[in-house]
């Protein structure tokens, strides 16, 4: 399948820094991709990029086959939602609705009847009439959604479209943003900074670090199979482990990496009985001291003193938990790909 939209060696820099280095990515129709990462990592301008608002110093971008690098921004049938609602405020809600397809020429019987159905989907049938002002954070992003929707752009391209509303409005917002995108079957790049909004709503997720893409992969490949210590870190509570570390731990691993990584479900808290019976079955086990335990609704996170290692580990909470300075073993009796070996940084 051949993709839909295609980025080549994007690159942009501001002054003599480099904020996308030679960027490749290729979008399927109808596919959810997520960009992802931290605060200045060019997330925001790469969707600039793509959408014309700022100038790429080189690259492609190929959407149904055509560069679309010398387009005018309106001409390049991309729409896009930023992070502050920016609607018009002397508009009602359903003349922002129409506002682009008015600059299109459209007919006020198509205006208004698109308009119309795109205000069902919202749910906001009842504030057609009412000023931006007027409504709630999470109202103004679904007008937002729905005035990027009305012209039926090719691409749709959101910019931390949660980031300024309450947890609770955030969620429910993400469920109705994915079913609108499938609905419509809307080749979108969503981004955000949040690891967790990014495994629930993609497709796919592209992690990025200092202007490149470090890693891609479905959300469970990103979140299981890490490859960089960047990675590990971004995408979880994962335990990094240097080389030392990881003998220290293991005795020998069975690679010649530097670092390793391991998930703290990974690990088991044994008490004494559960100790015992571990060294009778010929487990590996370790001795380690309770240096903090949080408590995280379903699961209790500790971090375990053991052999000159701290060690994130997470249990299911049975209302039982260890306190800070409590003895306690820890098994290793590990299946060895619990173990993952991580590759350089930019390798
Ligand atoms: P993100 O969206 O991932 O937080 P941005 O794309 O906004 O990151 O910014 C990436 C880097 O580019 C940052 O270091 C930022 O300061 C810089 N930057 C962004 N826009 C401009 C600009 N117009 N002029 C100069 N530097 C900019
Ligand atoms: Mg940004």
Redesign the pocket.
Known sequence: MSAYLELQGIRKQ??N?N?LNHVDLQIHEGELVTLL??????????L?CIAGL?DIDGGKIILEQKDIVNLAPRNREIGMVFQSYALFPNLTVSENIQYGMKMRGASKGERRNRSEELLALIDLEDKRDAYPRHLSGGQQQRVALARSLAVQPKVLLL?EPLSALDAKIRKNLRTEIRDIQRKFNMTTIF?T?DQEEALIISDRVCL?NK?SIVQQGTPEELYTTPRTEFVARFMGSYNVLTRPEALRLFQRVDSTAERFAIRPESFILLDEEGRKEALYAGKRIVDGNVHSVSILGNIIRYAIDTAGVRLTIDVLNDGRSHRIGDQTAVSLALDDSQLLHLEKEGA
């Open positions: 501001f002054g820094t904020v990462g931290p605060s200045g990592c060019g997330k925001s301008t790469l600039r700022t910019d981004v900074h990025m202007g």
